[in-house]
């Protein structure tokens, strides 16, 4: 039972503390224990804990929609204010509708989604993901969206990987996707600048994005970047499409808006997205936990405490830091198949031989090992399966806070390490 937290640690009931070099599931930037951010937040909830988005705007929603959109990469953002990731991507299909709606381009129904991606756990948003593990229960539920091929150069072509690494051959079949479809029937394509929890912190090929984006933007296509994972400093940068310099239609923002402190997320959409929308109006959505007065008074305490202590760098060169402990604890070990990412957002995919890059099959639940091995040492990591053909497949996926310490950092590679060799060994 989890009762306190501060800094990268939190203590159980029993006073065991964990090194949280998952940051929960990769939600926590600024650090747990933040007492400004409690106090922003009780401060807003004596004042105005609610007003409903359907009756008002309030001042706090207006002062973070400003604060936080000139670190978004979307041209002349505005925000759709929701209370999570799910939620807001379910918001943003829906605006992408709109969009179309009120364009006239009435036919442009079809949505392109990827292969080894997560959007969120709602029907429509696990619909949209191609992680097929969390999809296989709710299977004669889904079928409304088209997934092309994850871009995930370590498993390139291999069976049942859905994965390609070129980005010339995978910018070819999402041209191919779209001019296969009736014309002018795409509505959008949705994806991960980098992909999470799903792959294990994988970046796509040298030029996939540019060359994304120019196939989406050539066909009327909007570009739809879920940087619920990768939003808020999370890869060393702002967000993830900054590395690439991509300006998307729409972005999808939740986890470290508010670094776990509240339930909160939000769509932010381009000026012509918004404007379009908002002309043709009204545009017909919400939810009772939609723009929250307390969940921005914690975003925009969030955003200053990022700014004010330098931590997306921090996450540039922690991050950078890890990665190369990681590598010269783990990167000869004959289970480790890759260490990746960028930034405090990195994977480590385990394999049952480096050669051929077999994964180990999933009854040996070697990725539940290694968690547990980890919580042994009071270590707390996030995990993934099914990463290498839709069953089998092993990751450990790290997202510490941004404030983690060096000592810190050396302590996560030391028992990771331990924690991999012991549950290898028994495998
Ligand atoms: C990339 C991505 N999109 C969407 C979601 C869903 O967000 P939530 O769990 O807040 O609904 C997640 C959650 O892990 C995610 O990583």
């Known amino acids: 039972m989890a009762v306190r937290a501060e800094g990268?640690?939190?203590w159980d009931s029993e006073g065991r503390a964990y090194l949280d070099a998952a940051g929960g599931a990769v939600v926590v930037g600024v650090g747990h224990?933040?007492?400004?951010?409690?106090a922003v937040m009780a401060e807003q909830a004596s004042r105005l804990a609610f007003a409903h988005g359907s009756q008002f705007t309030t001042d706090v929603l207006e002062r973070y929609a400003a604060a936080v959109g000139p670190h978004l990469p979307v041209d002349e953002p505005a925000i759709y204010p929701v209370a999570g990731g799910s939620e807001a991507t379910e918001t943003a299909l829906k605006l992408v509708r709109a969009f179309h709606l009120a364009k006239g381009e009435t036919d442009r129904w079809i949505v392109l989604a990827r292969w080894g991606s997560y959007h969120g756990n709602t029907l429509g948003a696990l619909d949209l993901s191609g992680r097929k593990p969390l999809r296989r229960p709710y299977e004669g539920w889904l079928g409304r969206f088209r997934h092309l091929s994850a871009a995930y150069p370590y498993r390139s072509g291999d069976p049942g990987s859905n994965a390609l690494g070129d980005a010339d051959?995978?910018?070819?079949?999402l041209e191919r996707a779209i001019e296969a479809a009736e014309p002018r029937t795409v509505a959008a394509f949705v994806a991960e600048p980098i992909v999470g929890a799903t792959l294990g912190a994988v970046e796509p090929p040298e030029g996939y994005w540019p060359k994304i984006a120019e196939v989406c933007r050539r066909h009327g296509v909007l570009l739809v970047a879920d940087e619920v994972m990768t939003g808020f400093g999370r890869t060393g940068r702002w967000f993830g499409m900054d590395r690439w310099g991509i300006r998307p239609d729409l972005v999808i923002a939740a986890k470290g808006a508010t670094s776990g402190y509240v339930p909160f997320g939000f769509v932010a959409a381009s000026g012509a997205v918004y404007e379009a929308v908002r002309e043709a109006g009204p545009f017909v959505h919400g939810f009772t936990y939609s723009h929250s007065p307390v969940g921005a008074a914690a975003a925009t305490e969030v955003l200053r405490i990022l700014e004010a202590e330098d931590l997306i760098a921090a996450s540039a060169t922690k991050g950078e830091r890890l990665k190369s402990l990681l590598a010269a604890r783990l990167g000869r070990h004959a289970n480790v198949g890759e260490i990746r990412g960028r930034g405090l957002l990195l994977g480590l995919e385990l394999v049952a031989d480096r050669e051929s890059r077999a994964p180990f099959p999933r009854s040996a639940r070697l990725v539940e090992a290694v968690a547990r091995e980890c919580r042994d040492r009071e270590l707390?990591?996030?995990t993934g399966t099914g990463n290498a053909?839709?069953?089998?497949?092993?990751?450990v996926v790290?997202?510490?806070?941004?404030?983690?310490t060096d000592a810190e950092l050396e302590l996560v590679a030391e028992r990771l390490g331990e924690a991999v060799e012991s549950a290898t060994s028994r495998v």
């Open 8 to 10: 990268s640690t939190i």
């Open 169 to 173: 051959e995978l910018a070819a079949e």
């Open 389 to 395: 053909n839709g069953i089998d497949g092993d990751v």
């Open 33 to 38: 224990g933040r007492a400004s951010v409690a």
């Open 398 to 404: 790290l997202g510490p806070p941004f404030v983690i």
């Open 380 to 382: 707390l990591v996030y």
